[in-house]
């Protein structure tokens, strides 16, 4: 079972939706147990990241996707669960996040111009580019289309875990891999055949 942590944020049944489309059984869950015993973890996220910090500690489970993380079961961050993953976000305000992966979380800035022909959010489709072998996109053509919808983008300290980058004006990391963590700022649940893809290949991790 693959639990997808509810902390009353994020597209938690269009997530669970996406995995019963690949046959595979995935549970909406705020239960720590349920969380810990399952075998492997989702990690959705929309909106502020702050209210998402706040939501996790008032649902107590802050330790809990800690745990997760540090059990080497399958783990998935999607979109603000990328983001949550770090040590803090400029959103609002210094806010402190999760403390997994070292790094930060700003937001887009065109200072060259750009501003006038991109919008902010990023939002759409986009193509998502490799850096390293990553086993979720076994069998993905290169530079396939992925949908996303951010304005903030991590910037993580260690270049090593980083899985694709973007262009939207710049190169920003759009998904990072280590160990047994994977983490997207694209949506696969929104990404059609090829997110869908994805989430199977997720679903089969040991």
């Not at 980058?165 to 990404?191: C, L, M, R, W």
Request: with cysteine.
């Amino acid at each position: 079972m693959i639990a997808i942590v509810d902390y009353g944020m994020g597209n938690l049944r269009s997530v669970q939706k996406g995995f019963e489309a690949v046959g595979a059984q995935a549970k909406v869950t705020s239960q720590s147990s349920e969380i810990l015993d399952a075998s492997a973890v989702v990690l959705p996220g929309v909106g502020a990241f702050k209210d998402c910090m706040d939501n996790l500690e008032r649902f107590g489970l802050v330790e809990t996707v800690c745990k997760s993380v540090r059990s080497g079961k399958p783990f998935l961050g999607i979109c603000l669960g990328l983001q949550l993953l770090f040590n803090q976000s400029i959103e609002f305000g210094e806010v402190s996040g999760l403390g997994i992966v070292p790094g930060k979380v700003v937001r887009f800035s065109f200072a060259d111009g750009n501003e006038n022909e991109l919008k902010i959010p990023h939002m759409g489709w986009n193509t998502v580019r490799t850096q390293k072998n990553v086993p979720l996109f076994e069998g993905i053509p290169a530079d396939s289309y992925f949908y996303f919808v951010h304005s903030y983008y991590v910037v993580p300290e260690d270049p090593s875990v980083i899985a694709t980058t973007t262009n939207y004006g710049q190169d920003f990391v759009s998904g990072i891999h280590y160990d047994n963590v994977y983490a997207f700022q694209f949506h696969p649940e929104k990404s059609q055949k090829l997110g869908l893809a994805l989430l199977q290949k997720f679903s089969q991790l040991k």
